[in-house]
């Protein structure tokens, strides 16, 4: 029935191909086993879904496979951000959360994520203890119909909303932005986040508009729901066109967010991080760790001097961020992708949080997205300049090209000297106070990535290049 992995942030695959009911009864079997193994099966688990093809039904598979097992479940009643449902584990005190969503992969794609007892993605080590429990076929798979697990009180449908606004406003003064007089353009991919900003925001003298709410599977204008270019160009320009003051962007399932200035340019996924980490060290007053993974900005090294702040680094994904995070009783944390989680929260990526203290960043200030970003790099003292190329790569060809690049050691790249080669997670070149280049593999979909920053725009094209010379793509 397919070897089943779990990448960067749980399990995605081909709707139809790997990932089927079975397959899906599979992975709630595992995980039903993980539970009981950790003696949390008593407490219940969370289970909610995107607004992917079948992914209310995929959901009531797993809660079947749940309830099969004599755990009972809190199944969401409509389809559910991420963050929410994150939260969710901890406001009902369950075992664990399961989320049927592929993020921000494209539409032919549907996932399976799973968190921990304080929403938090699993660790590494608890993931691998998972895929060990996944029967080689449904025969072992224990089930229980969703109209008979209702009946016997073992799948409970709720909405999980109202105690995770009540709890979010108790981190962000949303009536003082709902009467901001700011004009908003929201962007949620046809994902989790629609409606959530005309919601929590509306009803004061904001003005609010909304495009790509709503259902559609296929995600029409744009590639995939991943916050950044070329999938938002068409909101950037309808940012221009409205005369909106900014764009707030979703991915899939909202736990992800990014920002659009008010000229409709992107502000890039690490000026977004650095500036949301400014903000509660400058205008909130708050101090304490900031957790960045390797492929996110140098920018928060800087801030962490400035404030006197440590800064600690991990491998890509949540699965290595959250332990941190709870371990360092850290500020914030964060990766490249543009998901952010936030002390006071759950250990986890929230962009509906994200973007209200975005939005907050504003009010507080009196400044534009893009004065943002000026006054930023004014207390850093320089720019800095981001891309990232994304290659398709196949899974077999991985360790011929880990190999090619285990082996060359270049003494200088885009004529600029290497510091240092990190390998934590991928082949990072430290170029010093220049930036760096980083060569990784997708732990989500079968792609290479190539990543720059640089503090010299014109540095940035000849460095990407020289990644992808060195990756063998180019």
Do not use: C
Request: charged share 25%.
């Amino acid at each position: 029935m397919g070897n089943i992995k779990f990448g960067t942030d749980g399990w995605r695959a081909r709707v139809g191909e790997d990932y089927t009911f079975p397959n899906v009864r599979r992975v709630s079997q595992a995980f039903a086993d993980y539970l009981k193994a950790h003696n949390l099966a008593d407490k219940g688990v969370v289970v909610g879904y995107d607004q992917r093809y079948q992914s209310e039904y995929f959901a009531e598979a797993a809660a079947e496979v749940m309830a099969g097992n004599g755990i009972s479940v809190w199944l969401t009643d409509h389809n559910t951000p991420t963050p929410v449902i994150s939260y969710s584990a901890v406001e009902r005190e369950t075992g664990g959360a399961v989320n049927i969503t592929a993020s921000h992969n494209p539409p032919v794609d549907n996932g399976f994520k799973v968190r921990d007892p304080y929403g938090g993605a699993i660790a590494p080590e608890g993931l691998e203890e998972i895929e060990s429990y996944i029967p080689e076929s449904t025969d072992a798979v224990k089930r229980l119909a969703i109209g008979e697990a209702e009946e016997k009180s073992l799948v409970r449908r709720w909405d999980p909303d109202p105690a995770y606004i009540d709890h979010i406003s108790k981190l962000v003064d949303l009536e003082k932005l709902r009467n901001a007089g700011l004009k908003i353009l929201v962007e949620p991919m046809w994902g989790n986040g629609s409606g959530w900003i005309p919601r929590l925001l509306g009803g004061g003298n904001n003005t609010i508009w909304e495009i790509h709410g709503g259902r559609n599977p296929i995600f029409p204008e744009m590639q995939r729901p991943e916050p950044i270019r070329p999938n938002i160009d068409v909101a950037l320009k309808r940012t221009v066109e409205l005369g909106a003051d900014v764009l707030v962007i979703f991915d899939g399932d909202a736990d992800r967010m990014g920002i659009g200035d008010e000229n409709g340019e992107y502000i890039d996924q690490l000026r977004a991080y650095a500036l949301l980490a400014y903000y509660l060290l400058e205008v909130r007053g708050e101090r304490g760790p900031i957790i960045k993974t390797i492929s996110t900005t140098s920018m928060l090294n800087r801030l962490g001097e400035i404030y006197d702040v440590p800064v600690y680094e991990t491998g890509v994904g949540f699965k290595y961020v959250a332990p941190k995070f709870q371990e360092t009783n850290a500020l914030i944390g964060g990766e490249e992708s543009g998901g952010y989680a936030f002390r006071g929260n759950v250990p986890e990526r929230d962009g509906i949080l994200g973007n209200l203290y975005f939005l907050d960043f504003m009010v507080q200030t009196g400044k534009s997205p893009s004065q943002l970003v000026q006054t930023l790099f004014d207390k850093l003292g320089q720019s800095y300049y981001y891309d990232r190329i994304d290659t398709r790569f196949p899974s077999q060809k991985r360790p011929e090209a880990k190999a090619r690049l285990n082996k060359i050691k270049p003494d200088t790249l885009a004529g600029v000297p290497v510091k240092d080669v990190i390998t934590v997670d991928g082949y990072k070149y430290d170029l010093g106070d220049k930036g760096f280049m980083l060569i990784r593999f997708s732990g989500t979909e079968p792609i290479i990535r190539v990543y720059g920053e640089v503090t010299d725009q014109d540095l940035l094209a000849p460095l990407l290049q020289s990644g992808l010379e060195l990756a063998g793509l180019a």
